[in-house]
């Protein structure tokens, strides 16, 4: 309760923040070329310090507050896309978590329609991640509200994919156009051939249904080789970067384009 009081007051106070990942394209010629920023939540509480939502995710939801907290997100999201195509870097796409409390809510196609249209970022340049568990959780709906986002032009993927437990049945079913493969099996890709045989399945079956795939968690040069060579789309991960403030991204982005 202690928590989720700190966390009414956080967002009027101002205490929580963006901090952004690039992802990159693992373009033919062996390049790997900055695409888009995934946005994650930082929350600086004055006495707690820095406060994961891996702790704060779960009390948002709990209490209601992750719906006003998600809508700051997606606002300062897109608002942040505006201020760097200004500053000159490349058309990135802006990848932004969803809650499943978010995604439940009768409101977000139109909440989302309200943000683009109020920072005038085209649909196509969003991304918004769901997990499995969110989509999972009423099948019947998350197609309904997924064909929703799909007809305004919203991109939707599946994040942390393999972690939780989607029928594949659903998954020609769901607007989904690309898989985030978790980085839990990424890890140990170079010691582990059962986890070369998943990531190489995932990519073989995204590749078949038309998915594209992202690889979180990509911390060295064996890992992205590997991917590399399966036909892997994308990546993202402590090798190329972490999750930085939004003029460090911007410098990030600007020195390598
Ligand atoms: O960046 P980090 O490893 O601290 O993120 C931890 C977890 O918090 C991840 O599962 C991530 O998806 C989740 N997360 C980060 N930002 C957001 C957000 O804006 N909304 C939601 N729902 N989850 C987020
Ligand atoms: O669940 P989601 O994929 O949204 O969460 C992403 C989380 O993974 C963030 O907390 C981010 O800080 C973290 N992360 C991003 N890249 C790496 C990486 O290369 N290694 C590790 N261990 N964590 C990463
Ligand atoms: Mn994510
Ligand atoms: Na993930």
Known sequence: LLLENALRRALERRQ???HYQPQFALDAGGAARIVGAEALLRWQH???GWVSPVEFIPIAEASGLILP???WVLREALSQLRRWD???LPQLTMAV??????????????LVGRVLAGTG?????????LTEGAAMDNPAMAIAVMNELDARGVRLSIDDFGTGYSSLSYLKKFRVGKLKIDQSF???LTEDAEDRAIVDAVIRMAGALGLQTLAEGVE????????????CQAVQGYLFSRPLPADAFAEFALART
């Open 16 to 18: 929580l923040s963006l």
């Open 46 to 48: 004055p006495e707690l």
């Open 69 to 71: 907290i998600g809508e």
């Open 86 to 88: 200004e500053a000159g």
């Open 97 to 110: 978590n969803l809650s499943a409390v978010q995604f439940r809510h009768d409101d977000l196609p139109e």
């Open 121 to 129: 970022v085209p649909a196509w340049r969003l991304e918004l991640e």
């Open 186 to 188: 990424v890890r140990d």
């Open 220 to 231: 060295t040069e064996g890992q992205l080789a590997f991917l590399r060579r399966q036909g």
